[in-house]
C-alpha cells in the first residue's frame, strides 16, 4: 500500500494533536510534591483521590541518587542528584500503595487513595 504525502502528512498531524493532548492533560492532573534526600522521603504518606489520574513530582534534594520504585504501581524513576522529574500514576482503587527509594532500601512511603 502506498501512501500520499497527503495522507502521511494528515497522520502526523493527528500524532501530533494526540502528543500535545497528552502534554496538556499531565499539567491538569492533581498534582503531589515528594522529596527524597539520602535515603528520607518527604512526605512519607501521600493522599490522592482514588479513581483519578494523578502526578507526583518527584525532587531529589540528595547528594547521591535516588530512585522512586513502586512495585504495586510499577512504577519507578531515577534521580540523579539535584534532579527533578515526575511520574504519571493511573486513577487507584482505593487503598493503599508501597513506594521506597531503591538505592536506600529503608527509605519507604504509601499512597493512600481515598
Request: hydrophobic letters at 45%; glycine letters at 8%.
Amino acid at each position: 500500500m502506498k501512501l500520499t504525502s497527503q495522507a502521511v502528512a494528515l497522520a502526523l498531524t493527528l500524532f501530533a494533536a494526540a502528543a500535545g493532548a497528552t502534554v496538556a492533560h499531565a499539567a491538569d492532573l492533581p498534582t503531589f510534591k515528594l522529596e527524597m534526600n539520602d535515603g528520607k522521603l518527604n512526605p512519607t504518606r501521600i493522599e490522592v483521590p482514588a479513581g483519578q489520574r494523578i502526578k507526583i513530582e518527584v525532587h531529589n534534594i540528595g547528594k547521591g541518587a535516588a530512585e522512586f520504585e513502586s512495585v504495586q504501581l510499577r512504577k519507578e524513576k531515577v534521580l540523579a542528584p539535584g534532579a527533578d522529574s515526575f511520574v504519571v500514576i493511573a486513577p487507584l482503587d482505593p487503598g493503599e500503595y508501597k513506594f521506597f527509594d531503591d538505592f536506600h532500601q529503608s527509605a519507604q512511603g504509601v499512597i493512600v487513595a481515598k
